[in-house]
């Protein structure tokens, strides 16, 4: 499981306000899943007595984190108002770098997104790509309300892996500007929040746990199409980090002479420009899919056996209830790839194991921005 240590988030100035407790974030996650529940059904969901439920409950609207919603009717008691996460009591920010696009978002405690944009500039300078991250999140800030101090945190996704102690982004080649360097300080020094750095793939899976799939199924894998091939690792609920930050790497399972034959999507990016369609990078790829373009059957079988691999490993390895097709998968390739058939396996005594469900992502815009914004309220209110 996870080393949390390397969660604790770099911040250039003292904390916002107290932290909470674990009951306390406790209670907001029920009643984040649970919109306009009465007070009196809580504590069935807890394991504390219900005057405690009671008092954690008015220290959270006395400090502002829950309101009082719509009344609920229910038999012949005493009509109640349900609970609320009180949407403005906290603010996030998400930042998403791919090798072609760079992305933000704001988050409200509901976990609402309130405003997602993307740059119009490539992100191959490193420098340029967040001074204008900057000016166009504090922009957005001011349009959609958000008051500075109710901002508390930012995440950060990128593709990539982490090396060393300090754990710096090793990102792939287009990204080069954005390697080997403390971005998490350079990010704390220009948005005055505390910074969640985290591989973009792993964030998909957090916006997934949160908002998506993680609702159905507790235990999930996600795999990430981008221009490279990555996983993201879900059990009951809380995202996998690892050792060394790097759980999900699954490309690691290919040699390297198999490589070009995983699903990643660079690689079917090639396959297109050798075939003269005219795409320009994942995000043009993404808004523009064909599945009658040339060399998208073909590619498709190419990668077939290498995307159950991943799958099986995923199967054998965790045991998930769901395998969720996601990243910048292409809507309709995904549903293509739905269609490869499962690697052949015996069955011993006519009773074959379960397997997971595999599922494409619902989740509308960039997954990994949305997940790079929830993890900072993940972390800091509910469990």
Known sequence: MADNSSLVPVSPQKAFSKPLSQNERMILEIIRRNNGIKRSAIASMTNLTQPSVHRIIDSLIESSYLIFGDTVIEGRGKPSKGLQLNAR???????????????????????????????????????????????????????????????????????????????????????????????????????????????????????????????????????????GFGAGVVVDGKPVFGSFRNAGEISRIYTTEEGVHRPALGELLLRLQQRNVSINGIRELRRQFDPDWPGVREWIEEISPYLNRAIDAMWAVIDPAAIVFGGELPRGLGELLLDVAPTPRIIRMNAPAECPKILLSQIQGDPAVIGAALIPLKEQYFN
């Not at 945190?153 to 090396?163: D, E, I, L, R, S």
């Open 89 to 227: 009591a906290a603010y996030s920010i998400g930042i998403s770098v791919n090798t072609d696009s760079a992305s933000f978002c704001l988050c409200d405690l509901r976990c609402n997104v309130i405003h997602e944009e993307i740059l119009d500039i490539p992100p191959t300078n490193r420098s340029r790509t967040l001074v204008l991250l900057k000016e166009r999140v504090w922009r957005a800030m001011k349009s959609n309300d958000v008051p500075r101090d109710k901002l508390v945190g930012a995440g950060f996704a990128m593709a990539g892996f982490f090396v060393g102690r300090d754990h710096y982004f090793n990102a792939p080649e287009p990204l080069a500007d954005w390697s080997l360097v403390d971005l998490q300080s350079e990010l704390a020094a220009l948005f005055e929040v505390p910074i969640w750095t985290e591989n973009n793939c792993t964030t998909g899976a957090v916006g997934e746990a949160i908002l998506g799939a993680g609702l159905t199924y507790p235990t999930f894998g996600y795999l990430s199409f981008n221009y």
